[in-house]
């Protein structure tokens, strides 16, 4: 059930310019998965929020009226994300080829600053199955790729060749993502459901 709607992408970017975020609406996306995903069960909705902003740099909300309003349209987003999960239907947003150098950027920021740091949340020494390390430790490998390919489309590699890598990275992420949630996050997700306190 879905408490707090959510208010769309153009609104959201509006919001977190307005606080003055430093993090990308794709990221935050991203992250709010990873944390989901995340076994760390002590890890709260406002503990990612708050990694948003540098430490100590959280907005400064004036009124207990700003705050709810600030934390319902974050948790807006998490609600969508959730219902994604519980139907494990992540998938990367589709992007132009038009950049490549930007699309690999963003690709490595969604997969390494996003989904993985939403999964340690902070944590360095979360104990984990070991399928599930691996697939953690293949998602940053992934993001590698990413970072790769931006070195080729500098050095003036052949363009199809680098979109036929990144097509096969993004499926490769997409897999992964399906297959921890599938085994990691659904057996549990009824206790997954999180509110802000």
């Known amino acids: 059930m879905q408490e707090n709607k959510y208010i769309g992408d153009e609104k959201m970017n509006k919001l977190l310019e307005h606080y003055s975020c430093p993090t990308p609406l794709e990221i935050v996306k991203m992250r709010f998965i990873g944390a989901i995903c995340s076994p760390n069960l002590e890890l709260r909705p406002t503990d990612v ?17 700003e705050a709810d309003l600030f934390f319902k349209f974050f948790m807006g987003l998490w609600d969508e994300v959730f219902a994604k999960i519980k139907n494990n239907k992540i998938k990367l ?5 038009k950049n490549l150098e930007y699309y690999c950027q963003r690709r490595f920021a969604e997969v390494e600053q996003g989904f993985v740091e939403g999964f340690w949340g902070g944590q360095t020494d979360i104990k984990l199955p070991a399928y599930l390390a691996e697939i953690i430790d293949s998602l ?4 590698g790729v990413y970072a790769s390919l931006e070195q080729k489309i500098t050095k003036g ?3 199809d060749e680098v979109i036929n890598a990144i097509n096969s990275a993004d499926g490769m992420v997409e897999k992964a993502i399906a297959f921890l949630i599938e085994n990691s996050v659904l057996p549990r997700i009824e206790s997954l459901q999180r509110t802000v306190n």
């Open 157 to 159: 590699s052949d363009k």
């Open 93 to 97: 947003e589709k992007l132009p080829f």
């Open 140 to 143: 940053s490998d992934l993001a």
């Open 49 to 65: 929020i708050s990694s948003f902003w540098p430490a100590g740099q959280s907005p400064r909300l004036q009124t207990k009226e």
